[in-house]
């Protein structure tokens, strides 16, 4: 019987059934078939590996106690910690912390959060900057933050005008600056994502333009929102990307790995004076955003156990290593002609692989994908863009198998 499931981000014309995963542990998945080796986290969530003993323990625990409430007037202790485990770990500066249940919404409530500022001070302050190549989600208000392209063409008439700075990438910073410095002054509100930029490449950029970027933003009081979804706890090698340019976002967003992977889960840190702005006896300036999983108590343990892994775990040690294991196989790339752009940041490592037609619509990257999957290696290209971002976990020896199925998908593709 054919599966009535429409997947996500799935031409089903052209894609078979999809494989049925049973379970999971460590770096790996098991599907009905077979062993799949996960060098992608899961769409980059899981970040200490699949169902790690005490982020499992929480779970069972929490769910024993209190399932869901509601989050409107009421609270309960693994949001209490979580939110106070946050507030210390985050850069500094931000005081508050909103829940929601994905990295979309995390980011959509940092647009409405911004905006709802301005508003509540009385400033016709309402243009959002954002970058070239950026992704922040699949909501209406994310894509418009986003770039334009196939993904959002025929949402077009529902998505709002941003301002759109050129990428920052090497030797360009100068470029970037100077649009930001023309636009700043009277916007809401500029996001990026640190450091690098996802589902748009895997395309980084130095901290000094990151900080220059806030600095800007600080000058003319306009808000710094830092899109941390993918790049928080761990990805680049610090806890926070914006730790390695020494930022202070007013409004930091943050799921994925705030779970440590396991359960949905997001949070948008903001400063006293954003919560203040909407801070009055005056209940039109409420902040108006709920879904109706906000802060799922069950979620939120998870989030407790992530961060006392972090406390008590060497992850920082894991995160150095694993930066370490991906640099060495980059640099047994460099000499090798089929591969281009070979870049690292933290545990992230991505290529391009020089292929006749790269383009995302040319079907060069689900034909890698089918050709990874078929020898137990779970990568999901960006059209021609090959990135490994596996979880912490991962040995050396099984680094070893992710760029074994690289170099044979150069073979036969490059
Ligand atoms: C930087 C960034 N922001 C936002 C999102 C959206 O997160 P979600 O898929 O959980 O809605 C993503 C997802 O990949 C992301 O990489």
Same mark, same amino acid.
């Given at each position: 019987?054919?599966?009535?499931?429409?997947?996500?981000?799935?031409?089903?014309?052209?894609?078979?059934?999809?494989?049925?995963?049973?379970?999971?542990?460590?770096?790996?998945?098991?599907?009905?078939?077979?062993?799949?080796?996960?060098?992608?986290?899961?769409?980059?969530?899981?970040?200490?590996?699949?169902?790690?003993?005490?982020?499992?323990?929480?779970?069972?625990?929490?769910?024993?106690?209190?399932?869901?409430?509601?989050?409107?007037?009421?609270?309960?202790?693994?949001?209490?910690?979580?939110?106070?485990?946050?507030?210390?770990?985050?850069?500094?500066?931000?005081?508050?912390?909103?829940?929601?249940?994905?990295?979309?919404?995390?980011?959509?409530?940092?647009?409405?959060?911004?905006?709802?500022?301005?508003?509540?001070?009385?400033?016709?302050?309402?243009?959002?900057?954002?970058?070239?190549?950026?992704?922040?989600?699949? *909501?209406?208000?994310?894509?418009?933050?986003?770039?334009?392209?196939?993904?959002?063409?025929?949402?077009?008439?529902?998505?709002?005008?941003?301002?759109?700075?050129?990428?920052?990438?090497?030797?360009?910073?100068?470029?970037?600056?100077?649009?930001?410095?023309?636009?700043?002054?009277?916007?809401?509100?500029?996001?990026?994502?640190?450091?690098?930029?996802?589902?748009?490449?895997?395309? *980084?950029?130095?901290?000094?333009?990151?900080?220059?970027?806030?600095?800007?933003?600080?000058?003319?009081?306009?808000?710094?929102?830092?899109?941390?979804?993918?790049?928080?706890?761990?990805?680049?090698?610090?806890?926070?990307?914006?730790?390695?340019?020494?930022?202070?976002?007013?409004?930091?967003?943050?799921?994925?790995?705030?779970?440590?992977?396991?359960?949905?889960?997001?949070?948008?840190?903001?400063?006293?004076?954003?919560?203040?702005?909407?801070?009055?006896?005056?209940?039109?300036? *409420?902040?108006?955003?709920?879904?109706?999983?906000?802060?799922?108590?069950?979620?939120?343990?998870?989030?407790?156990?992530?961060?006392?892994?972090?406390? *008590?775990?060497?992850?920082?040690?894991?995160?150095?290593?694993?930066?370490?294991?991906?640099?060495?196989?980059?640099?047994?790339?460099?000499?090798?002609?089929?591969?281009?752009?070979?870049?690292?940041?933290?545990?992230?490592?991505?290529?391009?692989?020089?292929?006749?037609?790269?383009?995302?619509?040319?079907?060069?990257?689900?034909?890698?994908?089918?050709?990874?999957?078929?020898?137990?290696?779970?990568?999901?290209?960006?059209?021609?863009?090959?990135?490994?971002?596996?979880?912490?976990?991962?040995?050396?020896?099984?680094?070893?198998?992710?760029?074994?199925?690289?170099?044979?998908?150069?073979?036969?593709?490059?």
């Amino acid at each position: 019987m054919s599966s009535p499931i429409w997947h996500p981000f799935t031409q089903h014309a052209l894609s078979g059934d999809a494989p049925l995963v049973l379970g999971g542990e460590g770096a790996w998945l098991q599907t009905e078939n077979c062993r799949l080796l996960d060098a992608i986290s899961s769409w980059w969530v899981i970040t200490h590996g699949h169902r790690h003993p005490r982020i499992v323990e929480a779970i069972k625990k929490q769910i024993d106690a209190l399932d869901q409430v509601i989050f409107a007037g009421f609270t309960h202790p693994p949001a209490e910690e979580l939110a106070h485990g946050l507030i210390e770990i985050a850069p500094k500066g931000v005081a508050h912390v909103f829940y929601s249940d994905s990295g979309s919404t995390a980011v959509e409530v940092a647009l409405k959060m911004a905006l709802g500022f301005w508003k509540n001070r009385g400033k016709s302050r309402s243009r959002i900057i954002a970058l070239e190549h950026a992704y922040h989600g699949d *909501t209406v208000g994310t894509m418009s933050a986003g770039a334009r392209g196939v993904f959002n063409a025929a949402y077009e008439p529902l998505l709002f005008d941003v301002v759109r700075l050129p990428f920052p990438a090497p030797g360009r910073e100068r470029e970037t600056l100077e649009a930001l410095e023309a636009d700043v002054p009277d916007a809401a509100a500029l996001i990026v994502e640190p450091l690098i930029l996802g589902a748009g490449g895997m395309l *980084t950029y130095s901290p000094d333009v990151l900080h220059a970027m806030a600095q800007l933003c600080r000058r003319h009081g306009t808000l710094f929102i830092a899109d941390e979804v993918m790049t928080g706890f761990g990805r680049t090698g610090t806890v926070f990307a914006c730790n390695q340019a020494d930022v202070t976002p007013d409004i930091i967003c943050l799921a994925k790995g705030l779970s440590g992977g396991s359960l949905p889960l997001a949070a948008t840190l903001c400063t006293g004076e954003i919560f203040d702005a909407h801070y009055s006896t005056d209940r039109s300036r *409420t902040f108006f955003h709920s879904s109706s999983f906000t802060a799922n108590p069950v979620a939120c343990a998870a989030g407790c156990a992530n961060l006392e892994i972090w406390k *008590t775990e060497p992850v920082r040690e894991r995160i150095a290593a694993l930066g370490q294991l991906q640099e060495e196989r980059l640099v047994r790339l460099h000499n090798d002609g089929r591969f281009e752009n070979l870049r690292r940041l933290g545990t992230i490592a991505a290529m391009d692989l020089k292929v006749p037609d790269p383009g995302y619509l040319a079907g060069i990257g689900p034909e890698l994908t089918a050709f990874f999957h078929a020898r137990g290696v779970l990568l999901r290209p960006l059209g021609n863009t090959i990135y490994v971002m596996p979880p912490y976990c991962i040995a050396a020896a099984e680094l070893d198998l992710v760029y074994d199925v690289i170099l044979q998908a150069a073979g036969k593709f490059a």
